[in-house]
């Protein structure tokens, strides 16, 4: 399949209550499933956060540094 691919980094912190319907929104988009790539990466929730992203399709990955800059960077 020929298309540009596309990556889409998420860096959450307790976000249990919106990253659901977040992640069921971009999975929903048109563009073709093979062509993009959703990173999760937890900064360190304790709300169960990371449990729920596990349930999708992504690929969920864990920065112990704190600091969205540091999980945008371990997502990239």
Do not use: F, K
């Amino acid at each position: 399949m020929s298309g540009l691919r596309l990556s889409v980094v998420i860096p959450v912190l307790d976000m249990a209550d919106s990253i659901g319907p977040c992640l069921d929104a971009l999975l929903a988009q048109s563009y073709p499933r093979a062509l993009t790539e959703i990173v999760v990466v937890d900064n360190g929730s304790t709300d169960g956060t990371r449990a729920i992203v596990e349930r999708y399709p992504v690929t969920c990955l864990v920065e112990r540094r704190p600091g969205a800059p540091s999980a945008r960077n371990r997502g990239i």
